[in-house]
């Protein structure tokens, strides 16, 4: 396929998206789009200098990883693999993306964790979980767009979406989570969904880009953290001692 129609498909879909995208809230617009983009063609870009990457296949699954999310659908069919049949890219480009997309998330990730442990995965699917750079580059640039300041941010946002409680220094905190517990969306409140998922983004990187960048996001939400507890312990009676000793934990981990 030449460049001028490759163009062409982008700006297809950079269209599709745009509109697509406006139907979410703040947390998951298509600002939050054209970062995962610019991230995960920086990411591609790096790894392209010792292996082989389809640049094309990378930026049109991350303009279209969030498209179907299911926090916000339940669409039982792939938006993206009918929009993608509408363009002229190729039948084998489209199945890879639509692929990748399936598997981007946090929650598939989890579930693909637990498969292996278990031994449930088949060696197929593990063998291109572990060699798609492509994937590796959208899933990185998703999660770099979930931890630091914009976590911060996007979090506090999707929590207000949500109705859900910024802060409960009552709340226990207990890092990590299970695929059938982050489905339930059981975490309490804005700051239980840090200690369950995003202080566990940063070691879940797979690019060596990824793992550099993350390493200060990373920090700069554990400060934010220790902030969160010191300024919720004002006049308290040190009810935030069990999430000092788990961010203690994080923070000596990465």
């Excluded at 009676?237 to 069990?242: A, K, L, M, Y």
């Amino acid at each position: 396929m030449d460049s001028k129609t490759e163009a062409e498909i982008i700006k297809q879909t950079e269209a599709f998206v745009r509109d697509y995208m406006s139907r979410y809230d703040c947390s998951h617009d298509y600002l939050h789009v054209e970062r995962v983009v610019r991230q995960a063609l920086e990411l591609a870009a790096q790894e392209s200098m010792h292996t082989h990457v389809d640049m094309v296949v990378v930026h049109l699954a991350a303009l279209l990883h969030d498209v179907d999310d299911a926090k916000y659908s339940d669409a039982s069919t792939s938006t993206v693999g009918d929009f993608l049949a509408t363009t002229k890219l190729d039948t084998e480009r489209a199945h890879r993306i639509v692929r990748i997309i399936d598997a981007v998330s946090f929650r598939k990730e989890l579930l693909a964790i637990e498969q292996e442990r278990a031994g449930t995965m088949d060696a197929d699917e593990r063998e291109w979980r572990l060699n798609c750079v492509e994937l590796s580059c959208v899933q990185d640039a998703d999660r770099l767009d979930a931890i630091g300041a914009f976590g911060v941010m996007r979090c506090a946002a999707f929590s207000g979406v949500r109705n859900r409680p910024l802060h409960n220094p009552r709340d226990s905190c207990i890092a990590g989570t299970t695929y059938d517990k982050y489905v339930r969306q059981d975490s309490g409140t804005a700051v239980a969904h840090f200690y369950e998922k995003l202080l566990q983004l940063a070691s879940m990187m797979k690019t060596e880009g990824g793992k550099r960048e993350a390493k200060g996001r990373h920090e700069f939400m554990c400060r934010f953290l220790e902030q969160v507890d010191a300024e919720a312990g004002f006049g308290a009676d040190g009810s935030g001692e069990q999430r000092e000793r788990v961010l203690e934990t994080h923070s000596n981990t990465h």
